[in-house]
């Protein structure tokens, strides 16, 4: 048994070099690049069926 498994608490590893913001921007922008593009939203022109007249 190693010297850090007797202790009985856990063991944290971090990534040496790396700060905390630079973890959060990667992750933010893998989950920009992983969803999907909105569908393009249709023109005022093709929502309004045309000029009606009053009745």
Do not use: C, N, Y
């Not at 070099?17 to 921007?25: E, I, N, P, Y």
Request: aromatic share 6%; proline share 11%.
């Amino acid at each position: 048994m190693s010297a850090t498994e007797s202790k009985g608490q856990p063991q944290w590893f971090a990534v040496a070099g790396v700060s905390m913001r630079d973890l959060l921007a990667a992750g933010e922008a893998a989950a920009l690049i992983s969803t999907p593009p909105r569908a393009p939203e249709p023109e005022f022109s093709e929502r309004v069926p045309g000029h009606r007249e009053a009745a």
